[in-house]
């Protein structure tokens, strides 16, 4: 019998070989992992880039790829010169536990590449997104999906544009609330739209009283207030005219429920381009959302919009007491007149914020608003048959997601 024994020979040589191949691919790999940790880069780390990289905006951002903007000096951007792009590969793997990689409004490092890099039959140039800048500013709320995630929806915007509608839709006071808190965290000034002036010819006095009162005490605590008519508009309208230029010169999201009137604000603006707007202006409205990709656009005066799809309620992330009521203007001298330091405004005795309500001097509505976000509830007032139908797969699974429903019934 013979004993088994360990002779090292030419097969071993070969076996090693290949292991030490697999170790180095691995040592590749942890290399790219921490490459990949890179994606967001500071504008200044970009001047090693390669040759013919160059900087750009995201302007769309689709499923599984973007259209981008050259953007050769910061804020010279023509967005009809569109590229379409995907983001590096290695980044992709890397940031999986976030919701999206880019957003609107991302400036970002790409390199040309051929279409097939790509996999994307185009005619566009293509190019691969190598690099984030960090975002100025940024619009996000809590994933629908996740709900540890955030869901940011647009990047490096100047102001805050809250679009609300008299009717077809009703306005939602407590959705102009919560993207006023999100403006007031990015220290980015809140315009307030509230649009189709015309419809109200219809409503009750109750209703219109009560509409004055929500926008005296808007403009009280600060905000610029426009009360108008988009529809069949000229720029003859001062209102028009006086929001046109506000936004000269600056980038502004566009933000509120869908249906208010959003696209058609756009389309005022740059008439040359007509984003597609639902058809149906008045008595059925459907509910439908019909711009279904924030999109990024250039006005033909200057400055650029971010148009984006109407959410009809969304959660903010959580955030306590002292962060909160920094999005409530009303509030923002009253809480250090608390009878407690870490006073919630909610059930503690001296509070001067509940002091401030018994008063009048905050509003009973507004204060529901701070305690529904406290408690992680959604935007969204009150519920119409239409608004609880299921959205239709044709906006292609962004923006229109609601969170959960949770109706308020402080309207
Ligand atoms: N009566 C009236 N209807 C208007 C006015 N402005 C816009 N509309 C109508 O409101 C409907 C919705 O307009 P959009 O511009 O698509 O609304 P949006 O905010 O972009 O909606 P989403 O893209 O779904 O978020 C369209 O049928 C418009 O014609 C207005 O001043 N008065
Ligand atoms: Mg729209
Ligand atoms: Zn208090």
């Known amino acids: 019998m013979t004993k088994w024994k360990y002779h090292p020979g030419d097969e ?40 013919g990289w160059f900087a750009a905006r995201i302007v769309e951002v689709h499923k599984r790829y973007a259209f981008i903007s050259p953007e050769p000096v910061e804020g010279d951007i023509d967005t009809r010169d569109v590229w379409l792009a995907t983001v590096a590969r290695r980044h992709l793997q890397s940031r999986r ?42 619009i996000a709320r809590r994933d629908p999906m ?28 407590g959705l102009i609330d919560r993207y006023l808190v999100l403006a007031a965290e990015q220290e980015i000034p809140a315009i307030i739209v509230i649009n189709k002036e015309d419809l109200l010819k219809g409503e009750s006095e109750e209703f219109k009283k009560k509409c004055e009162e929500e926008i005296a005490y808007f403009r009280a605590l600060g905000y610029t207030v426009f009360s108008l008519q988009v529809e069949n508009q000229t720029f003859d309208d001062p209102a028009i005219r006086e929001l046109h230029g506000m936004m000269d010169g600056k980038t502004t999201i566009l933000s509120g429920h869908s249906g208010v009137g959003k696209s058609s604000l756009v389309n005022l603006f740059r008439p040359e381009i007509q984003q597609e ?14 711009t279904s990709y924030a999109s990024m656009i250039k006005l033909g005066r200057g400055g650029y919009v971010i148009d984006t799809p109407g959410i ?40 001067a914020v509940m002091d401030a309500v018994a008063a009048g001097t905050i509003s009973e509505r507004r204060y529901t608003s701070y305690k529904g976000i406290l408690s992680g509830v959604s935007g969204r007032e009150g519920r119409t048959r239409d608004d609880s139908r299921e959205t239709s797969g044709r906006e292609g699974g962004r923006g229109e997601i609601d969170d959960i429903e949770i109706d308020e019934s402080d309207d």
Request: glycine share 6%; proline share 4%; aromatic share 6%.
């Open 312 to 351: 009809r309620s969304f959660v903010l992330r959580e955030r306590g007491p002292i962060e909160l009521s920094y999005g409530f203007v009303e509030m923002r001298a009253l809480v250090n007149k608390c009878k407690f330091r870490e006073c919630r405004h909610i059930d503690e005795p001296g509070c």
């Open 12 to 51: 071993d040589a070969e076996h090693l070989a290949k292991v030490d191949k697999i170790r180095r691919s691995k040592d590749k790999l942890k290399k790219h992992n921490r490459d990949e940790t890179q994606f967001e880069l500071d504008k200044d780390s970009w001047a090693k880039a390669g040759e």
């Open 97 to 138: 536990g976030e919701r999206n990689n880019i957003v609107v409004g991302d400036i970002v490092l790409c390199r040309p590449t051929d279409d097939r890099d790509v996999k994307i039959t185009t005619d566009l140039p293509c190019c691969v997104i190598e690099h984030l800048a960090p975002r100025r500013s940024r």
């Open 277 to 290: 707007v639902e058809e149906n202006s008045n008595i059925n409205y459907k509910g439908r959302h019909t």
């Open 146 to 173: 996740v709900m540890e995630r955030e869901h940011v929806l647009a990047s490096n915007m100047d102001q805050l544009l809250v679009v609300g509608s008299y009717a077809n839709p009703g306005v939602k006071w």
